[in-house]
């Protein structure tokens, strides 16, 4: 049996140079391992507690009492059990906290002891992390989970909270449904993401990048971003709705000022049924078929309304709205919102918990995407969790810098390395 022997947590970095946390398990026989820990910028208001010093230092955004929390409080909780116990050790972690949203000791440090000890485990029986990672679902919920390729949601064009531009809707994304592979899925990405910045240089536009790697132009309209995507994906050859559709977060809650909905890029105020015609109005004339965050996570009415025109033909997924939260999922589905749901494991706090949402939405009906955040690390495992649970869906960025591209690059070699699993 392998016991874990120490735990060692840092600071370190994101992607838009702001503190996290690095953590570090060490095992008697000397392996060890590490994860780090994402952060969001566009947060649904029912996540758990990303602990912060909100001192001087890095203008409030130092995690040291969370790293401190590792090192002194959750260390020695841990230490002699097995890491194989995934389920035990998160547990044991969340009971010490034991506050509804974590915290006592942040919801940060404890996801990255929960992250590092997955990872150590998997090194330890000389196993890939996906490969662990369906053992970890099997244990927790008695269920087998078959091995997939994701399909990406590439952003390639931001607004809202991800960039400083006149655009409403947060992320226009690609999704390649027509590609054969993963290799091409990619291929077929840089390709339309390369063909939209030649557009948008045509077009006298800037081709700075947001915090995911999207561009980050000033337009006039959401219709204009959409209209140069589907330019983008026809000069490279594809067909849109065909070979190539498009999902939009709109991340409404940002702009909903608790009564309407305030679009200032176009100078729009919509009530939730307006905005409801909105979004049916850009999914008749774009291929479009996934549609995240499409109303104020507070705004239950409107959530009704717009599943109960788009549900039968949209993806419409909770990110804000259920925050991987299978307690407020349940809620959710009771009241018949959404159809789907984002998988973010920092808004929850362990690996056990988010496992244990995704098995809930399965059981559900509830389609499950697994996703990054606007502050992300070099850490790639989101992309084995969407492999080893066979979630089949997959939101990690534009096919650019490397905080997003570590992903990617980490499916190729899963599929380069393992002959059977199939896109999904």
Request: proline content about 3%; hydrophobic content about 40%; charged content about 25%.
């Amino acid at each position: 049996m392998h016991k874990i022997s120490s735990i060692n947590a840092i600071q370190v970095f994101d992607s838009r140079g702001v503190p996290t946390i690095s953590c570090k398990v060490f095992l008697e026989d000397g392996t060890s391992a590490s994860a780090m820990v994402p952060s969001g910028a566009s947060t649904g208001s029912k996540e758990a507690l990303e602990l912060r010093d909100n001192d001087i230092s890095y203008d409030g955004k130092s995690v040291m009492m969370a790293v401190n929390n590792i090192n002194e409080t959750l260390a020695p909780l841990v230490i002699g059990k097995d890491p194989n116990n995934q389920k035990e050790i998160d547990d044991l972690l969340i009971s010490f906290d034991d506050t509804e949203d974590k915290s006592k000791v942040g919801a940060n440090a404890i996801l990255a002891v929960s992250l590092s000890v997955a990872h150590v485990a998997a090194k330890a029986n000389k196993i890939s992390l996906y490969e662990h990672f369906s053992r970890v679902y099997k244990d927790i919920t008695d269920d087998h989970a078959v091995h997939s390729m994701p399909l990406p949601m590439f952003n390639i064009l931001n607004g809202g909270e991800h960039a400083d531009n006149n655009i409403d809707i947060q992320e226009f994304m690609i999704i390649p449904s027509g590609a054969k592979n993963f290799v091409e899925v990619m291929q077929w990405a840089t390709e339309i993401y390369h063909n939209l910045k030649k557009i948008l240089l045509k077009n006298s536009h800037a081709t700075s990048v947001g915090d995911e790697g999207g561009f980050a132009p000033n337009l006039e309209s959401n219709k204009e971003a959409l209209k140069l995507i589907v330019d983008a994906i026809k000069e490279t050859g594809l067909i849109p709705g065909k070979d190539v559709n498009i999902a939009l977060d709109c991340a409404a809650s940002e702009f909903f000022n608790g009564k309407e909905y305030v679009l200032s890029g176009e100078n729009k105020k919509l009530t939730s049924s307006e905005f409801v015609d909105y979004l049916h109005d850009l999914t008749n004339d774009y291929p479009i078929v996934s549609i995240e965050d499409g109303m104020d996570e507070n705004d239950t009415e409107g959530w009704r309304l717009l599943t109960e025109k788009l549900g039968s033909s949209c993806q419409l997924v909770g990110d804000d709205l259920f925050v991987t939260n299978k307690k407020i999922l349940k809620d959710g589905i009771s009241k018949e919102m959404a159809n789907s749901i984002l998988i973010k494991f920092n808004q929850v706090g362990s690996i056990t918990e988010t496992i244990e949402t995704i098995y809930f939405a399965n059981q559900n009906n509830f389609k499950s995407i697994i996703s990054h955040r606007s502050g992300e690390t070099e850490d790639t495992t989101i992309a084995d969790l969407a492999v080893g649970l066979g979630i089949g869906q997959i939101k990690t960025g534009a096919p650019c810098r490397s905080d997003r591209v570590a992903k990617y690059n980490r499916l190729l070699w899963i599929e380069e390395e393992s002959d059977n699993i199939l896109l999904k």
